[in-house]
């Protein structure tokens, strides 16, 4: 005998598969990264946000309505987004000390 999901659940289970053809990217927003960091320390992850900047030191970070933010690098590759919405894909560490960051493979301009 066959066994069918409802369509709902099948649904749900697509979503939580990922939304991505790489099998090690995560989709995670900027608050699940600020909130728990520690749970992706070490990941590679895609996430999206408005990029800001601070002259003194410089620094670049991307951050959502609620300013949960994640410093951005290299600063080179992001500068040139600067005031932008943007998908950013990289590889996110967390510590303590240094706190949030993401080293970015990839950075893609958003349509808002």
Do not use: K
């Amino acid at each position: 005998m066959m066994y069918r999901l409802p369509i709902p659940l099948m649904v749900l289970l697509l979503w939580l598969g990922g939304c991505s053809d790489e099998p090690d990217l995560a989709e995670v927003p900027l608050p699940v990264l600020a909130n728990e960091p520690s749970a992706h320390d070490g990941s590679r992850v895609a996430t999206q946000g408005v990029v800001r900047h601070f002259e003194e030191p410089l620094h670049y970070w991307i951050e959502d309505e609620d300013l949960h933010r994640v410093e951005i690098f290299p600063h080179d590759t992001i500068a040139s987004h600067l005031g932008e919405r943007v998908r950013v894909v990289g590889h996110f560490a967390f510590s303590p000390e240094e706190g949030r960051s993401l080293t970015i493979d990839s950075v893609e301009a958003l349509d808002d």
